[in-house]
């Protein structure tokens, strides 16, 4: 059998301490100074030339994707891994309360890795008190790096094949990295994946509602009303939406709730709408009088962020959308709270059951009158809100009154709710991934924007799959 780059490499260093013979599936290794057999090395173990990665060889301790038969290290002492340690993703060595036998002495300590030993040298560890009690080094290549901690060289005894595959998820360019093996991935690893992936969405959208708070002094309802506005302005007016929104406080806005125009004219006003003189339109006129009323007696000036019309359908313009705000504000009061106590998904849909004003029946905008069309807030916008404002606000909540019971019914209406339909769900469909409702939805895209898109297949439980499986 001819012998390729990496197994030539192998035979060559081995031969140094050991004696190697090698024949068309293994190598064996005998010790240099006595005549007696060591191992054999399985062909199966011996890695294509590949370029390891820190990260990588910290995952292949983690979870031993190696073969643990007769471990030495560079000086020739025999290693039992009883505990490989816990990872530390914090300042330190990698692996915390580790317990190796090495030689005749069982030591508990800490374990560094980097893929070569000089690499401790070159990251300044020997200067390091965090560096004192490492009592392993586990490199992926020994280049004969001199300093007094036991070294173990992991080159050799980890399956081609998950080398391979990693190789291949590293480098691919399609739609995800692992599209071709993801379809075998089994339905109770998606479920406990799915799970997580879900959490840490909610909680990185969590992480806004806290921001809103810390800024308006723990305020449920103002906080509530901050992330419903910036959802209605739909990706195009999302700032500018949140902006206005800032600009007139809840307390304001309740001393005019029972005038539907004059939250309107607030709401425009504030957006900048009702700056030019528009003398056709009676209604026009009538919402910039009030607002100039207003103006002067709150004290309050448009938000400098503009509004954008281009490039969107007619039912999301911001004259829609502001008009249908000024409506939910006029129909509810309490909105968190009542969200918040809802006792079905139902009750909170029909609290966003609302309808511009009847002069939005013909008009998209105010320069040009239309057919008629009331703007209702339609499923799938009530859908969008409960998916990326309600239930957010809910997870934020249940987290910072430490009541799981209202994370836990964050999670069941995006069970209850329609899966989104975009470019992402419809790559994981084709591909034979279930998206049947909202939870599977936002799970896709949460592992497509933050892990597959960013290559982080080791820390992700499909990929923890593949690789497992490439193990064995
Ligand atoms: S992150 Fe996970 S799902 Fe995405 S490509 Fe990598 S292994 Fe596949």
Same mark, same amino acid.
């Given at each position: 059998?001819?012998?390729?780059?990496?197994?030539?490499?192998?035979?060559?260093?081995?031969?140094?301490?050991?004696?190697?013979?090698?024949?068309?599936?293994?190598?064996?290794?005998?010790? !240099?100074?006595?005549?007696?057999?060591?191992?054999?090395?399985?062909?199966?173990?011996?890695?294509?030339?590949?370029?390891?990665?820190?990260?990588?060889?910290?995952?292949?301790?983690?979870?031993?994707?190696? +073969?643990?038969?007769?471990?030495? +290290?560079?000086?020739?002492?025999?290693?039992?891994?009883?505990?490989?340690?816990?990872?530390?993703?914090?300042?330190?060595?990698?692996?915390?309360?580790?317990?190796?036998?090495?030689?005749?002495?069982?030591?508990?300590?800490?374990?560094?890795?980097?893929?070569?030993?000089?690499?401790?040298?070159?990251?300044?560890?020997?200067?390091?008190?965090?560096?004192?009690?490492?009592?392993?080094?586990?490199?992926?290549?020994?280049?004969?790096?001199?300093?007094?901690?036991?070294?173990?060289?992991?080159?050799?005894?980890?399956?081609?094949?998950?080398?391979?595959?990693?190789?291949?998820?590293?480098?691919?360019?399609?739609?995800?990295?692992?599209?071709?093996?993801?379809?075998?991935?089994? &339905?109770?690893?998606?479920?406990?994946?799915?799970?997580?992936?879900?959490?840490?969405?909610?909680?990185?959208?969590?992480?806004?509602?806290?921001?809103?708070?810390?800024?308006?002094?723990?305020?449920?309802?103002?906080?509530?009303?901050?992330?419903?506005? !910036?959802?209605?302005?739909?990706?195009?007016? +999302?700032?500018?939406?949140?902006?206005?929104?800032?600009?007139?406080?809840?307390?304001?806005?309740?001393?005019?709730?029972?005038?539907?125009?004059?939250?309107?004219?607030?709401?425009?006003?504030? &957006?900048?709408?009702?700056?030019?003189?528009?003398?056709?339109?009676?209604?026009?006129?009538?919402?910039?009088?009030?607002?100039?009323?207003?103006?002067?007696?709150?004290?309050?000036?448009?938000?400098?962020?503009?509004?954008?019309?281009?490039?969107?359908?007619?039912?999301?313009?911001?004259?829609?959308?502001?008009?249908?705000?000024?409506?939910?504000?006029?129909?509810?009061?309490?909105?968190?709270? !009542?969200?918040?106590?809802?006792?079905?998904?139902?009750?909170?849909?029909? /609290?966003?059951?609302?309808?511009?004003?009847?002069?939005?029946?013909?008009?998209?905008?105010?320069? !040009?009158?239309?057919?008629?069309?009331?703007?209702?807030?339609?499923?799938?916008?009530?859908?969008?809100?409960?998916?990326?404002?309600?239930?957010?606000? /809910?997870?934020?909540?249940?987290?910072?009154?430490?009541?799981?019971?209202?994370?836990?019914?964050?999670?069941?209406?995006?069970?209850?709710?329609?899966?989104?339909?975009?470019?992402?769900?419809?790559?994981?469909?084709?591909?034979?991934?279930?998206?049947?409702?909202?939870?599977?939805?936002?799970?896709?895209?949460?592992?497509?924007?933050?892990?597959?898109?960013?290559?982080?297949?080791?820390?992700?439980?499909?990929?923890?799959?593949?690789?497992?499986?490439?193990?064995?």
């Amino acid at each position: 059998m001819p012998l390729n780059k990496s197994v030539q490499e192998v035979v060559v260093k081995l031969a140094n301490r050991h004696i190697a013979t090698l024949n068309n599936c293994h190598i064996k290794i005998f010790s !240099r100074d006595t005549p007696v057999f060591i191992s054999q090395i399985s062909l199966h173990f011996l890695p294509e030339p590949y370029s390891m990665t820190e990260k990588l060889l910290q995952y292949i301790w983690r979870f031993l994707h190696f +073969t643990q038969a007769d471990l030495f +290290t560079t000086a020739g002492e025999p290693v039992l891994i009883i505990f490989q340690g816990q990872y530390n993703s914090n300042q330190g060595p990698d692996f915390m309360n580790a317990k190796i036998r090495i030689g005749g002495t069982t030591w508990a300590g800490t374990v560094e890795l980097h893929t070569r030993s000089s690499d401790w040298e070159k990251h300044a560890h020997q200067h390091d008190k965090n560096y004192d009690n490492v009592i392993l080094h586990v490199v992926w290549e020994d280049d004969n790096w001199p300093y007094p901690i036991p070294v173990l060289e992991l080159k050799g005894r980890v399956p081609g094949v998950l080398l391979k595959r990693y190789e291949d998820l590293m480098e691919a360019s399609t739609f995800i990295p692992c599209e071709k093996n993801i379809a075998g991935i089994p &339905a109770i690893t998606w479920k406990s994946w799915k799970d997580r992936l879900l959490a840490e969405r909610l909680e990185r959208k969590a992480a806004l509602v806290q921001q809103y708070l810390s800024q308006n002094g723990n305020h449920w309802e103002e906080s509530c009303w901050w992330m419903l506005a !910036r959802n209605f302005g739909n990706h195009v007016n +999302t700032e500018a939406f949140e902006w206005i929104a800032r600009s007139v406080p809840l307390s304001l806005l309740a001393k005019q709730k029972n005038s539907l125009a004059q939250l309107e004219a607030l709401l425009l006003g504030q &957006a900048g709408l009702l700056k030019q003189d528009q003398p056709a339109d009676p209604y026009y006129r009538q919402l910039r009088k009030e607002y100039q009323f207003l103006q002067a007696k709150y004290k309050i000036r448009p938000v400098s962020a503009p509004v954008h019309f281009l490039r969107m359908r007619p039912g999301n313009f911001p004259t829609v959308r502001l008009a249908q705000l000024a409506a939910l504000l006029h129909q509810s009061v309490h909105l968190f709270t !009542r969200i918040k106590e809802a006792g079905s998904l139902e009750g909170v849909r029909s /609290l966003f059951n609302i309808s511009a004003s009847g002069y939005w029946h013909y008009h998209y905008s105010f320069d !040009r009158e239309s057919g008629y069309k009331p703007k209702k807030l339609g499923t799938a916008m009530i859908d969008n809100i409960i998916i990326n404002s309600l239930c957010p606000l /809910l997870f934020a909540y249940g987290t910072y009154k430490g009541e799981p019971g209202y994370k836990d019914k964050a999670l069941q209406w995006l069970e209850q709710t329609a899966a989104e339909v975009n470019s992402i769900s419809k790559g994981f469909v084709q591909l034979g991934i279930a998206n049947q409702n909202a939870f599977d939805s936002q799970a896709l895209i949460e592992l497509k924007n933050e892990y597959c898109s960013k290559k982080r297949c080791l820390d992700c439980g499909v990929g923890n799959a593949l690789l497992k499986a490439a193990s064995y």
